[in-house]
């Protein structure tokens, strides 16, 4: 049998008819756009994770964007971004006419280092660019070293993005993401632990004032009055659809986060030893976007993998600052050896809510007989 990597379908069957149902109130009154079902998921958005606000918006990149916009970031302005992370992080800095500045990552955690980060800043300085803002990002589940990285930000003016695209839902000693930056931004990607069937995003804050300009700025920039635009703005909405969906699979998002956890578990134990398993620092919840592990041969175990119907993939297989579009940006004088390294020999195996002990025994058994002597 063929092992899903992302099992969207078992979700579906565990959520039943509600999604169905949700789907049919929004046929039902037609408010596509801006109709009840999106306000009342930001509510619960923001409930759930302890923010004040939470403004919800197209996808997880506008989300964002509209943050940078928020703060007024553009020319001449340094955003200090990890190298290791999806391009979204990095491409709407100079989409903005501002300097994505790359930062390097810890070995253990593959999130951003703090170290690296104060190098990165010195760097900026000296090419003339004013520090503003730094996005940490909650990488395949698990969030950033905030402790760490909130003092060096505070030294240097700078507003903190915690992007938890693929870390929504994980705990950082107690306290959820939404409440670990400045701002949070979020993806609903399908694939994402809590995903819709689209595109969508969201920003959390609790800065009353910087939710409003953020919902002006996601609506053309409009005033008290639709035709009264008061700013530049752009067009970046979560329409009534997805945010019905969501709101059905947030209600059994804490019984997922639970079962992923139980699933990265058997991971760490059935494969200790063998690879190197990821590593999740005391007192942090991940939500497990991604199980990442390490090996010395990942072309070979990748075609083994393959071989014994176990799917894999590769996050990320070149990092930021060695992208075609991307090489002319800063990095600091040590450059990032880290980022380098990690994108040689990270593989992700199937991860999700559903799986059952016997596949993850088979996808353990696998990993075994693909990659002996390999640690």
């Not at 092992?3 to 037609?30: M, N, P, S, Y």
């Not at 700013?231 to 329409?239: A, E, K, T």
């Not at 083994?304 to 990320?316: D, E, F, H, Q, S």
Request: contains cysteine; glycine residues 8%.
């Amino acid at each position: 049998m063929s092992i899903a990597f992302i099992d969207l379908a078992a979700q579906k069957r565990v959520l039943g008819d509600r999604i169905t149902t949700a789907i049919e109130r929004v046929l039902g009154h037609c408010g596509f756009i801006n109709g009840p079902e999106v306000r009342a998921f930001e509510e619960q958005l923001a409930a759930f994770s302890g923010a004040q606000h939470a403004i919800g918006c197209a996808n997880g990149t506008d989300a964002l964007m509209l943050v940078l916009m928020a703060e007024d970031i553009g020319p001449g302005d340094a955003v200090f971004v990890p190298s290791f992370t999806f391009v979204a992080t990095a491409e709407v800095v100079p989409f903005l006419g501002a300097t994505p500045v790359f930062v390097d990552v810890r070995e253990d955690t593959f999130n951003m280092d703090p170290q690296s980060l104060e190098a990165a800043v010195q760097t900026a300085l000296h090419k003339g660019l004013k520090p503003r803002a730094v996005i940490p990002v909650d990488l395949f589940g698990l969030s950033a070293d905030y402790d760490a990285l909130v003092p060096v930000a505070r030294q240097y003016g700078l507003t903190v993005i915690a992007d938890s695209a693929q870390g929504f839902g994980c705990s950082y000693h107690g306290r959820r993401s939404g409440t670990l930056g400045d701002y949070t931004t979020t993806s609903f990607f399908p694939a994402k632990p809590l995903g819709c069937y689209g595109d969508g995003g969201a920003i959390l804050t609790d800065n009353a004032e910087k939710a409003a300009l953020i919902r002006s700025l996601a609506v053309h920039g409009t005033g008290k009055d639709r035709y009264d635009n008061v700013r530049i703005g752009v067009n970046s909405r979560l329409d009534t659809l997805q945010a019905a969906i969501l709101s059905e699979k947030l209600a059994i998002f804490e019984e997922e986060i639970a079962a992923r956890n139980r699933v990265a578990e058997r991971y760490a134990q059935g494969l200790a030893g063998v690879v190197k398993t990821p590593s999740v620092p005391q007192g942090l919840v991940s939500v497990w976007a991604q199980y990442t592990v390490r090996v010395k041969h990942r072309n070979a175990f990748a075609e083994n993998m393959k071989r014994l119907g176990v799917p894999t993939a590769i996050y990320y297989a070149t990092p930021l600052h060695e992208q075609t579009g991307y090489r002319g940006f800063p990095v600091p004088k040590a450059g990032l050896p880290v980022s380098n390294v990690l994108a040689q020999d990270v593989i992700s195996l199937p991860m999700h809510p559903y799986l059952d002990e016997q596949t993850q025994d088979r996808i353990i058994e696998a990993v075994k007989a693909s990659c002996t002597g390999d640690l």
